[in-house]
């Protein structure tokens, strides 16, 4: 018998969507065993806001405050608020561009879920496409997983490869991580809700093979 959770998703994205659009497309499809509770931004005109109204969602602006790479306090309460309203279990980064730290990660404990544009732990950090293009890899990837204090660097939620081809520029190979990146995030999703995963130390156990 199955003991899968109809999870409520928080959505927070800096970018165009494309994620946010997936997971939300994959959800209202009956797909996916989650719903968009709200999706929120760092900036005003983003792609996901108007993406997530189109689609009936609600959405809001958060202004960040004065720092560059991450939400002042003001701001970083103001999302945990907004976040607690709208009673979401599950807080999605989906192209968020600001470091989350300290009093958000403790307010949604093992909660909080990232995809990077990468195999983490290779190319941490911005333009990870790009990064792996410079560098000469022959497969790069995306890596679903939970966010702690550091870069990119907590417990491996699940990850899909992507070749690199000879005829790649930064944009190819990224648009090919992106459709990735739409099969990955939803099917992570339903791992998540099926509350199969453990984590133990830097290893996230999925209950695959089980
Ligand atoms: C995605 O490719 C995601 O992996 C990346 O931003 C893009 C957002 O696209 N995230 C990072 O680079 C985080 N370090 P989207 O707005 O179309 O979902």
Redesign the pocket.
């Known amino acids: 018998m199955s003991n899968t959770t109809r999870l409520r998703l928080g959505i927070l994205?800096s970018?165009?969507?494309?994620?946010?659009t997936a997971i939300a497309d994959a959800a209202a499809a009956g797909q996916i065993p989650a719903e968009v509770a709200l999706v929120l931004s760092d900036v005003a005109d983003a792609?996901?806001l108007a993406r997530a109204a189109k689609r009936g969602l609600p959405a809001q602006f958060i202004p960040p405050g004065k720092f560059r790479t991450k939400l002042d306090e003001e701001a970083e309460r103001a999302c945990i608020a907004a976040l607690q309203a709208a009673r979401v279990d599950l807080v999605v980064l989906?192209?968020f561009?600001r470091i989350l730290k300290g009093e958000f990660l403790r307010a949604f404990p093992q909660r909080v879920i990232?995809?990077?544009?990468s195999l983490l732990p290779s190319f941490p950090g911005?333009e990870?496409w790009r990064q792996a293009l410079d560098y000469g890899v022959k497969f790069t990837g995306?890596t679903v997983h939970f966010v702690d204090q550091g870069i990119?660097t907590g417990a491996i939620i699940a990850q899909q490869t992507v070749p690199v081809l000879d005829t790649d520029t930064p944009e190819s190979l990224?648009e090919r991580?992106?459709q990735a990146?739409r099969t990955l995030y939803p099917a992570a999703i339903t791992l998540l809700a099926g509350g199969k995963i453990s984590v133990r130390g830097r290893r996230a156990f999925t209950g695959a093979g089980d």
Do not use: T, V, Y
């Open positions: 994205g970018g165009k969507g494309s994620n946010m792609g996901i989906a192209g561009m990232n995809i990077h544009p911005l990870a995306c990119d990224h991580i992106q990146e």
